[in-house]
Nanobody, 119 residues
Framework: QVQLVESGGGLVQPGGSLRLSCAASGNTFSGNAMGWYRRAPGKERDLVASRTFGGSRNYADSVKGRFTIFSDNAKNTMYLQMTSLKPEDTAVYYC?????????????WGQGTQVTVSS
């Protein structure tokens, strides 16, 4: 079992920055792929950023150049650095982690954290 705990959401003005954290605990010794989804009010859940099992990083077009996904392996924590935030970035952000191998893995989810971009 793996537990993912998110933190770092909040209210920020347009143009501001936030850093979301996703701390993993439990059986995290296998390979993993991790990333972030978000769900805005009345919209479908969208993939925002991801890091594959191979280490490649991918971003949604809407956040390229503004968001960065990175990890601190010593802390078993993944981050989403968000800059130049826009009102349309307002959403609940969920981290996920796929633990195992590319052919057989289990996906775990964080509890979600609210990000509100408003003046």
């Amino acid at each position: 079992q793996v537990q993912l705990v998110e933190s770092g959401g909040g209210l920020v003005q347009p143009g501001g920055s936030l850093r979301l954290s996703c701390a993993a605990s439990g059986n995290t010794f296998s390979g993993n792929a991790m990333g972030w989804y978000r769900r805005a009010p009345g919209k479908e859940r969208d993939l925002v950023a991801s890091r594959t099992f191979g280490g490649s990083r991918n971003y949604a077009d809407s956040v390229k150049g503004r968001f960065t996904i990175f990890s601190d392996n010593a802390k078993n924590t993944m981050y989403l650095q968000m800059t130049s935030l826009k009102p349309e970035d307002t959403a609940v952000y969920y981290c996920y982690g796929d633990f195992g191998s590319t052919s057989s893995y289990t996906r775990y989810w964080g509890q979600g954290t609210q990000v509100t971009v408003s003046s």
